[in-house]
């Protein structure tokens, strides 16, 4: 097992973890329809692709697994802005290799 110093200690991580890693970064979709349609499209893209969905039209969780790793995260429903929702998404588990960027535009794909 091999060690890597954070600002908040140390992580520990197998060689099969060694290419993931944990982070946390948010970032907000505009959804074209209302909270309640938020949560339904979103649960059914999300389990469609195999991953699950747990959450209400405020907030709720998200995991799906593709080919290089798990990503994970929580989503928070703003209130709607005209024919817009607000969601503030936050990333709390990725692939090291992928980009918030690139999972965010798969994540806006889904709508």
Known sequence: MKQFRLNTGFYYYTKQERFQYNTMSTFQIDFPGTPSQFTAKAGNAIQGKGGSFD???????????TAIGAVEGTYEVGSPIGSQTP??????????????????EAISDFF
């Open 55 to 65: 959450g209400d039209e405020y907030k709720g969780i998200f995991h799906i697994k």
């Open 87 to 104: 969601v503030s998404v936050t990333i709390t588990k990725k692939p090291f290799i992928v980009s918030t960027n690139k999972i965010k």
